[in-house]
């Protein structure tokens, strides 16, 4: 009778018979075990191959071994399934695992090694622990110490891969607000995978709320959450942690606003200006003198500020700046005084031409008095 023996790649040429497969003949249903190791001419992977019987022998089943002789065996070598694992990596927003990124591959040989090529793959790109990774693309070669990769096969290995969160940064401006704090709002994200995009709420935090560019950020009180357009990205994938985070904070833009009675002049004296949109109840100093569009009396712009200089009140003056605000001025109408005198002449009205005198005017400007006016009485006095 033939028996067949059966086993999978282990690096030998034994054929050993407790890895017995089959019998060819027994008869009546009869089984029989068999006992020893023989040999084959190769260690590697091939269906068939002549045993050399060495001390092979049958052994007694539910039928008699003495039964039965054995004329021949044949081995069958099968692929040794092989266990991969990959080196760790940060969330990509991929599915493709390379082979060129494996870690280790056990379940080999004694020291036989083998290489990888190609690339597997993941059922999806979420971070993860011993994610199973699909054979793919992924192609074995032969490698050193007697290692060849027609023995083995990724069938019925292991085979894994850990994703861990990618770390994202945030950088992000405001105006100086008299507050640490970063708001979700004037930040942006860099370190987004494949054009992702996430929601942010909360506050951050910088050490000190002055200005200043490139401020060190604290992402504590920040939530990251899911996208909500475009390519929307999974806020677990992500982590602050491990991202470099910067806030710049630009001086405060003040406006102001003022008045005065004509004077002849383009001047805005500080005196006559009120600064505004000032941060947090902080007061400023200011003095100088800036200048107007027009001397004119009306509503007017003032196009000059280089004059006026803030100084720390409350606040500190290089908090804000007045380059870029709103800067209004009225110039009211100044009050005339006139007077003159005439004989009496039973008449209330005063005639321009008796009313001489003109004060209060600016400097040497001189005006013209047409018309008339009226007395409370005619009387003299």
Known sequence: MNATIARVYDGSVNAAGSDLSSFNALQGGETLTMTGTGTVSSKNV????????????????????SNYSLNSAALNITQRPINTAYLSRTYNASTVVAGSSLSSMTNL???????????????????????????GTLALA???????????TFSGGTHLLTVTPAPISFTGTRQYNATTDVEAANITLTG?????????????????????????????????????????????NYTFTGGTHTFNVTQRVLNSSGSKTYDGNTNAVASDVTLSNLAGGETLSHSGTAT????????????????????????????????????????????????????????????????STMTNLVGSETLVLSNSGSLANANVG
């Open 192 to 236: 987004l995978q494949g054009g992702e995009d996430l929601t942010v709420t909360g506050d951050g935090s910088i050490s000190s709320g002055n200005v200043g560019a490139g401020k060190a950020a604290n992402s504590s009180g920040l939530t990251l959450g899911n996208g909500v357009s475009g390519t929307a990205g999974t806020a677990s």
């Open 109 to 135: 040989v004694g020291s036989e090694t083998l290489t990888l090529s190609g690339n597997g793959a993941l059922t999806n790109a979420n971070v993860g622990n011993n994610k199973a990774v699909s054979s």
């Open 292 to 355: 107007l569009g027009s001397k004119n009396v009306g509503s007017s712009t003032i196009s000059n500020l280089s004059g006026i200089s803030i100084a720390d009140g409350t606040g500190t003056a290089s908090n804000y700046t007045l380059t870029g605000g709103t800067h209004s001025f009225t110039v009211n109408r100044r009050v005339v005084n006139v007077s003159g005198t005439r004989l009496y002449n039973a008449l209330s009205t005063a005639v321009a031409s008796d009313l």
């Open 46 to 65: 091939a269906n068939g191959q002549s045993v050399t019987v060495g001390s092979l022998a049958l052994a007694d089943g539910t039928g008699l071994a």
């Open 142 to 152: 032969n490698g050193s110490n007697g290692g060849v990769a027609s023995n083995y």
